[in-house]
């Protein structure tokens, strides 16, 4: 089995060349999931902050 994982004494090559393809990988499938989660949270908070402006702007004319 060690030798299997050696192979042949390129296994440290081997094995970091696929750590990081799973690395980008994982990246590439989360990254929307993240990148949708902060868009809604600054939208939000964008929404919230329009909507105290306008408020304020019609308390203001009154």
């Known amino acids: ?3 299997w994982l ?3 004494g390129h296994g440290v090559y081997v094995w970091t060349a696929y ?9 590439n499938a989360l990254w929307p999931f993240f990148a949708k989660k902060r868009f809604l949270r600054d939208y939000c908070r964008d929404a919230a902050r329009r909507q105290r402006r306008a408020q304020s702007r019609q308390e203001a004319s009154l």
């Open 1 to 3: 089995m060690f030798e």
């Open 6 to 8: 050696s192979m042949g």
């Open 19 to 27: 750590a990081i393809g799973l690395l980008v990988l994982l990246i």
